[in-house]
């Protein structure tokens, strides 16, 4: 009888906790999202032309949220994988000291992180000169552009792509490396058929924790972007808080979970479980 209660018993808590701050709170905004009329007197009345209004009125928003997180995606994982790549392997004794300096960042508020970065991307910064030298910023300005704002998802959300590839290199048994050298493959053949596949659920793990944040985020289009960057994160931000239009909010924040699970079942359908569990190394 213990060991059949005692499953259950370990997952009540998280069952609760989910239950109490998940699945209860996406009831209650299932509901608002199907309201009509206006502030301080909505009621329900299956309003489903919330979500029609959603789709029509705030597809450019949408659109431009998946391009700046996949994009953001795509250059955080440029960055990690080497990074990752050289801590798991390469770092030696500084192992623990670079590990420090990828999560270091999470010791400062995100909202400071980012009114950080538009100090970087001023026009009068060192950085900016440098690009403008490089013929990177059109007549010397970055900030208030798409390009600023995806560099701002990038760097919030690098370490979430850095940490997941680490640990699945760090697991992984260096005999497999060696094996392929020792049948004479290249340094490149071993990484591409030995390492890269070995690592890919680190990988996996690494995009869907940036993408899933990075498309919902509005904070780096609040500060870094302009009129014309903005995120549906803003869009929902702004019927909420300035416009008070709940049900609109409600409606919209459910057709953005709903295209980040599609997206998700899609990215993993594809992705494989090959990919997942690593078994195209063996």
Known sequence: MRRRVAPYLLLGPGAAWLLLFFVIPLFFLAELSLNSGVFGSYEFSWHW???????KLYDTQFVRSFVYAGLATLFALLLAYPLAYTIA????????????????????????????????????????SALDF?????????????????AGLTYNFLPFMVLPI????????????EAGKDLYASASQTFFRVTLPL????VVAGTLLTFIPAS????????????????IGNVIQSLYLKQSDYPAAAAL??????????????????AGSEALMGEEAV
Do not use: C
Request: aromatic residues 12%; without cysteine.
């Open 49 to 55: 032309e919330n979500y029609n209004d959603a789709l």
């Open 89 to 128: 392997f390469k770092a030696g004794r500084w192992r623990n000291v670079l590990l420090f300096a990828v999560v270091a960042p999470f010791f400062t508020t995100y909202l400071i992180r980012t009114l950080a970065w538009k100090t970087i991307l001023s026009d009068q910064s060192p950085v900016v």
């Open 134 to 150: 490089l013929g990177m910023a059109p007549e010397g300005h970055v900030l208030a552009t798409g390009g600023a704002v995806v």
């Open 166 to 177: 680490y640990a699945s290199l760090e697991r992984m048994d260096v005999r497999l490396i």
């Open 199 to 202: 690592s890919a659920p680190g």
């Open 216 to 231: 919902g985020d509005y904070i780096n289009a609040q500060f870094l972007g302009s009129a014309n960057n903005q995120m």
């Open 253 to 270: 924040s459910f057709v953005l979970m709903v295209a980040i699970l599609i997206l998700v079942l899609v990215y993993i359908r594809f």
